[in-house]
């Protein structure tokens, strides 16, 4: 009997070697599949990496174009109030020559 009881022994061995091999085979395909996604993950964090560059790059800009408007847009006061005035003081001066050549027109 000690060597039946050697042999399934033996059978149970290799029976369990083989389901370490099994394991084995699907941790190093596990282990790849897990390699893969990490190698996704790291290309999409350069992605958004460059895309948020990108943002601060436009919001750069944005700021800047910003300034430059609202520069524009006091110049614009600023000559819209000047030009007002010489309009008033243009018709202010003709009317006072109007009233020192013709005495009788007020």
Known sequence: MPFFGHMLNTH????S??????L??????????TNIIIDAITKQKHRIHDIS?????????????NRLITKIR????????????SILIFITVCVYIIYKRIPWFI
């Open 53 to 65: 560059s990108m943002y601060d790059d436009i919001d750069s800009s944005l700021r800047y174009g």
């Open 17 to 22: 070697m083989d389901e370490y091999i099994e």
């Open 12 to 15: 149970t061995q290799m029976s």
């Open 74 to 85: 006091y110049r614009e006061a600023i000559e819209m109030i000047i030009y007002k005035a």
């Open 24 to 33: 084995i085979e699907l941790l190093t395909i596990e282990i790849d599949k």
